[in-house]
């Protein structure tokens, strides 16, 4: 015997359902066909700023593209440090997860006015040319390590050179947050930022300045190598006139979206880059788990419409406006 709530479907009823139902689906897949592809890039995260272990990263470069594949970013690029080391690896790897790999480096530079550091996609890093230039200031490193590991001695806080090079294992590109992640082990720093304000950072009692290219010049190589040059992190920069002098030098880009940055930033070198014709990127400055940052990969949200525009200008460079409203 059914009970009084037994709301079983059958015959023309039950056939009625079904077909609704289908209808349903067939309505669902319709909409999902009609998106545009513009629809559908907005589904897409980027990172365009990564660090991996050939720099002061910790994460090996297919470790990262794991990373970025589990965090499901569409494209990202590998920009580390005054060095090019870590791209065939990432390169090949890309492949295999299905993602797009953008070949890039990070160059730190010098400028009369202050330091800034540039982002350069697209490189061709097998170009000699290009090893060489990014080869002059990592020569110094070693001598700059040991010299700074000498002060740190002086002010009562030994720190072995060796044990810095073993930190920075497989780094072609040693600096000083190797020496910092020391430093946190024998309890001479809370963390990275004590380090560096207290030690490490520039005027503090251990720095050591190191040798540098200029900005021009490396803007210059950037493009003479077939990439695009990009400011990296604008926000760190305390002087606007540096931005100014960096545009003036041909900087493609600027990087708007980073952690570095908070909205009214970002929001006014959105503005800027508009006003001056630049390209706009983003990227998380991501190094793996030993930097106290409290962000994955994937956290940040950065357009993929930044990758189309830097795809594009790949072609056709941006169109210049005069510098004005810096």
Known sequence: ????????????????????????????????????????????????????????????????VAEAR?????????????????????????????????????????????????????VNFQDPNLQAFLYSPLSTRTARIIEICKRMDALGFPVDPEE????????????????????????????????????????KPAHVKRFKNTTADTIAM??????????????????PQLIASLIQDGAMGIEVYCHD???????????MAEAQGLLVTGGSDYHGEMLDKPFRLGDLKVPYECFLRLEEARKTPPVRKSLHAM
């Open 1 to 64: 015997m059914r009970g009084e709530h037994d709301v079983t479907l059958r015959g023309p009823s039950r056939l009625a359902f079904q077909i609704a139902a289908w209808f349903c689906i067939l309505l669902i897949f319709i909409k999902l066909s009609a998106w545009t592809q513009q629809e559908r890039n907005v589904l897409k995260n980027i990172d365009l700023h990564i660090h991996t272990n050939a720099s002061d990263g910790t994460l090996r470069a297919s470790q990262v």
């Open 70 to 122: 589990e965090a499901g970013l569409a494209v990202i690029s590998i920009t580390d440090h005054d060095t090019t080391a870590a791209l065939a690896e990432a390169m090949e790897a890309a492949r295999d997860k299905g993602i797009v790999l953008v070949p890039g480096v990070e160059i730190s530079a010098t400028h009369p006015i202050g330091e800034a550091h540039i982002l350069g996609y697209w």
């Open 164 to 203: 810095v090079f073993q930190e920075a294992a497989e780094a072609e590109s040693v600096g000083r947050p190797h020496i910092a992640r020391v430093m946190l082990r024998k309890g001479y720093a809370r963390d990275m930022d004590d380090a560096f304000q207290r030690f490490l950072g520039d005027g």
């Open 222 to 239: 950037i493009h003479a190598c077939g990439g695009i040059s990009v400011i990296a992190h604008p926000g760190l920069i305390q002087d």
């Open 261 to 271: 940055h908070d909205p009214e930033q970002a929001e006014r070198f959105l503005r």
